[in-house]
T-cell receptor
Framework: DAGITQSPRHKVTETGTPVTLRCHQT?????MYWYRQDPGHGLRLIHY???????DKGEVSDGYSVSRSKTEDFLLTLESATSSQTSVYFC??????????????FGNGTRLTVT | GENVEQHPSTLSVQEGDSAVIKCTYS??????FPWYKQELGKGPQLIID?????GEKKDQRIAVTLNKTAKHFSLHITETQPEDSAVYFC???????????FGTGTRLQVTL
């Protein structure tokens, strides 16, 4: 397995509360990604990072923010959690050139439930 | 933007039989097509990929074929085993650093 650790693995939170998910990599890869996985939708990109402090939006970025202060850490924050954000969240990393040029390696996910 | 359709959504085969999963894509500029396998409770794992300058690629019991004209690509698993049971995702990319569009997944069950 690629050296990717996601924390926490499971979380239950209430509507309206902020939530932060953490991704830590030991591969020194430049590119890091946050996806969400929902039945019938496959995997959809939330945000990604192409370097320290360099981030950009994906296709489902509303309600989410990210930060990358170190190469190895990429944080995903739900500013005010809603029930529609109940999902499984995956962090992924990629080497030179990003997903279109290098394999994407995933962590084992965080299951988030918003009640 | 790119749209990737994947069929079937579920597939049940007997051990030893072959399994085929098909995907179509919409963006003719797509040039990289990976396949991922996801086991229960884990993240997707790359099992094979193909680039648009190649029509077929094999790795032991797994093969992927690409038809650029028709804009579809397929995963073939021969001599299926129970450990092949998982959800499989296809994906397509135009080669950018961020854009990898996934299909909706196929749940493969290999029965004894």
């Amino acid at each position: 397995d690629a050296g990717i650790t996601q924390s926490p693995r499971h979380k239950v939170t209430e509507t309206g509360t902020p939530v932060t998910l953490r991704c830590h990599q030991t591969e020194n890869h430049r590119y890091m990604y946050w996806y969400r996985q929902d039945p019938g939708h496959g995997l959809r990109l939330i945000h990604y990072s192409y370097g320290v402090k360099d981030t950009d939006k994906g296709e489902v970025s509303d309600g989410y923010s990210v930060s990358r202060s170190k190469t190895e850490d990429f944080l995903l924050t739900l500013e005010s959690a809603t029930s529609s954000q109940t999902s499984v969240y995956f962090c992924a990393i990629s080497g030179t050139g990003g997903v279109g040029n290098s394999p994407l390696h995933f962590g084992n996910g965080t299951r988030l439930t918003v009640t | 933007g790119e749209n990737v359709e994947q069929h079937p959504s579920t597939l049940s085969v007997q051990e030893g039989d072959s399994a085929v999963i098909k995907c179509t894509y919409s963006d003719s500029a797509s040039n990289y097509f990976p396949w991922y396998k996801q086991e229960l409770g884990k993240g997707p794992q790359l099992i094979i990929d193909i680039r648009s300058n190649v029509g077929e690629k094999k790795d032991q019991r797994i093969a992927v074929t690409l038809n650029k004209t028709a804009k579809h690509f397929s995963l073939h698993i021969t001599e299926t085993q129970p450990e092949d049971s998982a959800v499989y995702f296809c994906a397509a990319s135009t080669g950018t650093a961020s854009k990898l569009t996934f299909g909706t997944g196929t749940r493969l069950q290999v029965t004894l």
